[in-house]
Antibody, heavy 118, light 110 residues
Framework: QVQLVQSGAEVKKPGVSVKVSCKAS????????INWVRQAPGQGLEWMGW????????DYAQKLQGRVSMTTDTSTSTAYMELRSLRSDDTAVYYC???????????WGQGTMVTVSS | QSVLTQPPSASGTPGQRVTISCSGS????????VNWYQQLPGTAPKLLIY???QRPSGVPDRFSGSKSGTSASLAISGLQSEDEADYYC???????????FGGGTKLTVL
């Protein structure tokens, strides 16, 4: 079945980086894009950016420009999201979600909790 | 402060029909399609409605979506206890050049 499986929870100190993975299965990885969406505790959803699994093109949310990088490894059908210079307000559940063109996020990963605390 | 405005809460009794609104502007809802996501407690969001009114395979026809101008609505008929969840609207914003979400509506089935 089509699914996205994310890496496990992380605890990080302020100022360091975190890298979350998202492994796709059940579909042709390069036919879709991968989006990253985060949700702070008790809060709503925030789009972080998108990467084309076909050619690696990216589009990042203005708020995160310069701190976020998204990459893919087509040999393993895995997408990665790296967030640098972590702050306490980056504490959130991070989701990857598949999209076809700019239509909708139709398949979601299970989420990865990232806690930033000194 | 979310770009799209949703009521923070909604409620209904089993069997009732409830609607959830989503208000935006010309740079987002006014010029782009709207999607709706359902997030059950402790789980990842799930696509409920896409392109304003389309239902993915497996979504019951009790769920319907509509859009008019710079607003959109999600309607749930024949309300069931398992519909208790958070609901989010989302669309592309041409000014921000990114996807934007509503703040979410917590639906309680009384």
């Amino acid at each position: 079945q089509v699914q996205l499986v994310q890496s496990g929870a992380e605890v990080k100190k302020p100022g360091v980086s975190v890298k979350v993975s998202c492994k796709a299965s059940g579909y042709t990885f390069t036919n879709y894009g991968i989006n990253w969406v985060r949700q702070a505790p008790g809060q709503g959803l925030e789009w972080m950016g998108w990467i084309s699994a076909y050619n690696g093109n990216t589009d990042y949310a203005q708020k995160l420009q310069g701190r976020v990088s998204m990459t893919t490894d087509t040999s393993t059908s895995t997408a990665y999201m790296e967030l640098r210079s972590l702050r306490s307000d980056d504490t959130a559940v991070y989701y990857c979600a598949r999209s076809y063109r700019r239509v909708a996020f139709d398949i979601w990963g299970q989420g990865t909790m990232v806690t930033v605390s000194s | 402060q979310s770009v799209l405005t949703q009521p923070p809460s909604a409620s209904g009794t089993p069997g009732q029909r409830v609607t959830i609104s989503c208000s935006g502007s010309s740079s987002n809802i006014g010029g782009n399609s709207v999607n709706w996501y359902q997030q059950l407690p402790g789980t990842a969001p799930k696509l409920l409605i896409y392109s304003n009114y389309q239902r993915p395979s497996g979504v019951p026809d009790r769920f319907s979506g509509s859009k008019s101008g710079t607003s959109a609505s999600l309607a749930i008929s024949g309300l069931q206890s398992e519909d208790e969840a958070d609901y989010y609207c989302a669309t592309w914003d041409d000014s921000l050049n990114g996807w934007v979400f509503g703040g979410g509506t917590k639906l309680t089935v009384l």
